[in-house]
């Protein structure tokens, strides 16, 4: 996978995971063609196209939030489907019926998320349990930081 | 100064914006107390106002002030800190920072760290965004982790080490023992990232990939397990236990079986088994048996097992879901060169999902289609295809279009079905026709003799209809430039005649010339098209005065074509005839390559009488050589020809690389001088001093000599001189093979200095038979008209023993006979 995209229908960028190194013009170009390209979909076709080299899969989850994914030749379009919908189960788990909301409000946990499931564009880890136990532990590691300094402050310190 | 506002409430505060320019203000405001903070190094607040930042940067703003501060999170003790400073540096820093590398104690010592999360935290961000510089200093690290028996560590070291691997690819050697044990882990996690990391390894290096066939029989059980085994709540996925490893392992099995035998058989047992017991109804086991489809057809499997995937993606057509049919396109297009009789049995299928409405699928049934095309389908398909043609979108146009000419001039049943086939796309699809079609066009109809009649009819009718598709009009008025006469004379074998008159005709024509919907270019075609009639019509004077009136045209190139077309009339009325006559049949060496116009034998040449006043030889040329590019359509002609083998004509400009400082008389050079025009001249000097092409023999005397002998390959010229130009040398070259194995695909190919000009002439074969039990020969004229000494170096390529062999050689004792 070169890249992970989330942006809602109104064109506004969620979530941005890159597993390359591009320039920040070449990232926003590349953020202004999938929105062009994604949003201009009728409903109901097919998950995927071909933009330059890569082939893009996308899909849409709750009403208006697009996630969408570059990949490369050898990448498996239709497992590239089941990881996108892996991360959104985890995404459900963690923030309880998850909605665009809660990514828009924690967008940094959002990215905690995704950092315990893909790291170099390729799954770290396949068990929904395991990643689960990873985020609680290390939320529970920064709740025990915040309760130390006294201070009156929820799992995130911002 | 207050404490800086929570990230939640900024970010409730943002989306209060109403316009672009409120939502910049707060934006501003906000990032100035954020510096001023940042400048008061509180430790406290450092936290949520880098991630405030962060939040900003996905909306767009700059944030580059804040990448100091994210180094100084991720120094920080503290948890929390960490994990947003890290997050930072990922999101604000690359490699191109200089910046970054200030991270790299840090992660050195977060590496270390006793806690686990700060740990993955580091791997995490190295693996994430680490330069060449970062990976080297750190890879020892990494290497270290990848051996821990603690597994959250363990897989997120095994994707550093990826990265690492990407960014130095060097360093690959060094985790080869840690990867000793990797596959005997329990945990999928580990498993998984382990089988990621021996893919990358095995892909990079053919030593490794060596290295770890071993573990086929190792991967072929773990794969048995995951198929075999019961419910397991943590990793299953509908019903399938842990899909993304098991395509992982296939993927990882394919590199592994590719070309190699042995591999390959242990492999097949679990290939069947996965490919017949997947259960398919949801997309994850799709999936599956998609990557498996992949496997078998990559690597050395039986054929009972390809057909199988065959099949599996035969179904896959069929299914309900777009995605998959999507993805059994994508997969028999990759497919149908090496199995090309197992896809054709779905070719209705495939046909079929031309007419799906979603545009991805219609592209690649498109491209499927067309790689389809074969001999005996060819009209079946063609009438499916035209149909697409006819109602696909304008996107699909041009392409479908090309493919359409393409299949058409392979698979032709006939030469009537082929024009009718160009008909059909130039009257459906016109305006979307690629330009370089027309030249390919007119160069097809020339050459179809006998259908001149029927074409020229059909062309007219069309345009009759229709002026606004410029392919169509501009291919219509080239013909019936050129056979006008057999329009008007109303004989017509295929079809029934139209009764047309020449004032018809040429209503039609001027009407071209001034309608908006004609570009200039088709302006060009349509003047010329009128001028070439005034040898074929009788109404002369009609001609005449059209082409007078555009003598003062606004567009410079109608200007010039009809002053140089009057000129015709008044000084070289006597030329006209010869200038304008019916064009030969252009020999096409490929099927995309550019044409050129070459002299057969038998055509017949004009037999021009020599300008019988002096002007000079390059000023009918000059005329000529604008004729020519007229005539031909565009591209120009260069003099080097290969003809057998299937390279493209434009070897003149190859060559022109290849050969260095010799340069060629191909149209690519510029003419030495200003009035002698390129290539042309050779063709046409030729045509105007009457001469036939291959003069009968009258030896010379000139004594044959051995232009080259090495590798049991020997070229001898022979040379004649072509009566009455004493400037022109026929030289016959014969090569000859003495060794065991005959020489195949044997391409000659020659250039000369720029004083001279050079033409060759198809060669007698392109297979050298071994023993000297035959010769090929070819003929080369040079134009030497300075008289200077003859030099010539000469490109061989040939196939001989399965390897390709190339050479080149000078040639520079030719007799000077030969050139004085």
């Not at chain 1, 170099?120 to 939320?139: H, M, R």
């Not at chain 2, 900024?10 to 906000?30: D, H, N, P």
């Not at chain 2, 996925?237 to 490893?245: A, E, M, N, Q, R």
């Not at chain 2, 398919?280 to 999936?287: D, E, F, L, P, Y």
Request: glycine content about 4%; charged content about 25%.
């Amino acid at each position: 996978m070169r890249f992970l995209l989330l942006f809602s229908r109104q064109g506004k960028l969620r979530l941005q995971k890159w597993f390359t190194p591009l320039t920040d013009r070449e990232k926003k170009k590349v953020i202004r063609d999938m929105m062009m390209l994604v949003l201009a979909r009728p409903a109901r076709s097919c998950n995927f196209l071909q933009w330059r080299d890569l082939k893009i899969v996308y899909k849409r989850w709750y009403a208006s939030l697009y996630f969408c994914a570059g990949l490369e030749d050898h990448d498996n379009e239709l497992l590239a489907l089941e990881v996108l919908h892996r991360y959104v189960e985890l995404l459900d788990k963690y923030f309880g019926n998850v909605c665009e909301l809660d990514i828009i409000f924690n967008f940094e946990k959002a990215y905690f998320i995704l950092d315990e499931f893909l790291m170099e564009g390729e799954i770290l880890e396949t068990s929904k349990v395991a990643v689960g136990v990873s985020l609680e532990e290390a939320d529970t590691l920064q709740e025990g930081e915040a309760k130390e300094a006294w201070r009156p402050l929820s799992a995130g310190a911002c | 100064m207050p404490a800086p506002i929570r990230l939640r409430e900024l970010i409730r505060t943002i989306r209060t914006a109403r316009t672009q320019a409120e939502e910049r203000e707060m934006i501003q405001k906000e990032c100035a107390a954020i510096r001023s903070s940042f400048r008061e190094e509180d430790n406290t607040y450092r936290c949520r106002n880098v991630a405030k930042l962060l939040y900003m940067h996905m909306l767009g703003y700059p944030a580059h002030f804040g990448q100091l501060e994210c180094l100084k999170l991720i120094a920080s003790q503290k948890f929390t800190d960490k994990r947003i400073g890290y997050l930072g540096a990922m999101l604000l820093l690359d490699e191109r920072q200089d910046v970054h590398l200030l991270m790299t104690n840090c992660i050195k010592n977060d590496l270390n760290h006793s806690t686990q999360y700060v740990q993955g935290l580091a791997l995490c961000t190295l693996g994430c965004m680490g330069s060449s510089e970062m990976c080297r200093d750190l890879a020892g690290e990494v290497e270290k982790l990848l051996k821990t028996s603690n597994s959250y560590l363990r897989k997120k070291a095994a994707l550093c080490a990826v990265h690492v691997i990407r960014k130095v690819p060097e360093l690959m050697e060094m985790f080869l023992p840690a990867t000793k044990n990797l596959l005997s882990e329990k945990n999928h996690g580990v498993l998984h990232t382990s089988v990621v990391l021996l893919t990358e390894m095995c892909e990079r290096s053919p030593d490794m990939l060596a290295h770890f066939r071993k573990l086929v029989p190792q991967l072929v059980r773990i794969l048995k397990n995951l198929i075999m085994s019961g419910y397991s709540p943590e990793h299953d996925v509908s019903g399938i236990s842990d899909p993304f490893l098991q395509v992982r392992i296939l993927r990882l099995l394919r590199i592994l079986g590719k070309g190699d035998d042995d591999s390959s058989e242990a492999m097949n047992d679990i290939l069947a088994q996965v490919a017949t017991n997947t259960e398919t109804s949801k997309n994850v086991g799709n999936a599956i048996l998609y990557e498996t489809v992949l496997t078998i057809m990559d690597i050395k499997s039986e054929s009972g097992l390809r057909v199988l995937a065959i099949n599996i993606l035969g179904r896959f057509l069929l299914n309900n879901d777009k995605n998959i049919r999507y993805v059994a396109l994508t997969s028999l297009l990759k497919t149908v060169q090496t199995d090309h009789n197992a896809v054709q049995r779905h070719r209705s299928t495939i046909v079929d999902c031309l007419k799906d409405l979603d545009v991805s699928i219609k592209r690649r049934a498109m491209e499927l289609s067309f790689a389809l095309v074969n001999g005996n389908n060819i009209r079946g398909m063609m009438k499916e295809l035209l149909y697409f043609l006819d109602s696909c979108d304008p996107e699909f146009k041009a392409d479908c279009a090309s493919g359409v000419f393409l299949a058409a001039e392979k698979y032709a049943p006939s030469k009537r079905w082929h024009i009718d086939t160009i008909m059909r796309v130039l009257t459906t699809a016109g305006s979307y026709v690629r330009d370089d079609s027309v030249p390919n066009l007119i160069q097809l109809i020339t050459n179809s003799v006998e259908m001149h009649a029927y074409t020229v009819q059909r062309l007219y009718k069309a345009l009759l209809d229709d002026i606004s598709q410029q392919p169509l009009v501009q291919v219509a008025s080239w013909c019936i430039g050129e056979y006008g006469d057999l329009l008007v004379s109303g004989q017509c074998e295929e079809e029934e005649p139209i009764q047309v008159t020449e004032d018809e005709v040429l209503d039609v024509l001027e009407g071209l010339l001034v309608s908006n919907l004609s570009t200039p270019v088709t302006r060009g075609y349509a003047l010329t098209a009128i001028m070439k009639l005034s040898t074929r019509f009788t109404s002369v004077n009609r001609i005449k005065k059209v082409v007078s009136i555009y003598g003062s045209s606004i567009d410079v190139e109608l200007q010039q074509r009809a002053v140089e077309y009057n000129a015709l009339f008044k000084k070289y009325d006597h030329m006209r005839p010869a200038l304008l006559e019916r064009m030969p049949i252009m020999e096409k060496t490929a099927s995309n390559g550019p044409t050129e116009i070459v002299q057969t034998n038998g055509e017949t040449e004009p037999s021009v009488v020599e300008a019988k006043h002096p002007p000079p030889v390059t000023q009918p040329t000059n005329q000529a050589n604008d004729l020519l590019d007229l005539l031909g359509g565009n591209d120009v002609v260069p003099v080097i020809q290969n003809t057998v083998s299937t390279k493209p004509a434009s070897a003149g400009g190859e060559l022109l690389d290849l050969l260095g400082d010799l340069s060629l008389s191909g149209g690519t050079s510029p003419a030495p001088a200003p009035s002698v025009p390129t290539s042309q001249p050779s063709f046409f000097l030729d045509g105007l001093t009457s001469q036939p092409l291959f003069n009968d023999i009258a030896a010379a005397g000139i004594p044959p000599m051995t232009a080259y002998n090495k590798n049991g390959l020997k070229i001898d010229f022979t040379f004649e001189r072509a009566n009455p130009n004493p400037n022109i040398a026929v030289i016959t070259i014969h090569a000859s093979n003495s060794t065991e194995a005959d020489m195949t695909d044997f391409v000659f190919q020659a250039a000369v200095p720029k004083t001279f000009q050079l033409q060759l002439l198809s060669p007698s074969s392109n297979v050298v038979p071994a023993l000297n039990q035959g010769t090929v020969t070819q003929v080369i004229r040079v134009l030497n008209p300075q008289k200077q000494q003859l030099r010539m170096r000469i490109k061989l390529t040939y196939t001989h023993k399965g390897s390709a062999v190339q050479d080149l050689a000078e040639v520079n004792n030719f007799p000077p006979q030969s050139w004085q």
